[in-house]
């Protein structure tokens, strides 16, 4: 069983920063892949950025040039770095993390931008 736990969610002026965490615990494979998703108020749940243990970072056209993921492979955990914040980036921001096709989510860290 695998658990993660996000951190790092608040609430921010348009153009901040934020710095979002997710630990994973339990069994993880050496080859998985984590990401990021986030869900707006009324819409579904989309890809912000992924991240293979080895291989091509994936972002989302909106993540592109603003946002940076990046992964501690030693201590299981995936952060993304997010500046120049947006209203429409106003969302919960789950943890996702994919193993051997098995998926897994974390409970989600509100993120809120003020205009």
């Known amino acids: 069983q695998v658990q993660l736990v996000e951190s790092g969610g608040g609430l921010v002026q348009a153009g901040g920063s934020l710095r979002l965490s997710c630990a994973a615990s339990g069994t993880i494979f050496v080859f998985t892949t984590m990401g990021w998703y986030r869900q707006a108020p009324g819409q579904q749940r989309e890809l912000v950025a992924r991240i293979p243990s080895m291989g091509r970072i994936n972002y989302a056209d909106s993540a592109k040039g603003r946002f940076t993921i990046s992964r501690d492979n030693a201590k299981n955990t995936v952060y993304l770095q997010m500046t120049s914040l947006r209203p429409d980036d106003t969302g919960v921001y789950y943890c996702?993390?994919?193993?051997?096709?098995?998926?897994?989510w974390g409970q989600g860290t509100q993120v809120t931008v003020s205009s």
């Open positions: 996702n993390l994919d193993q051997s096709g098995r998926i897994y």
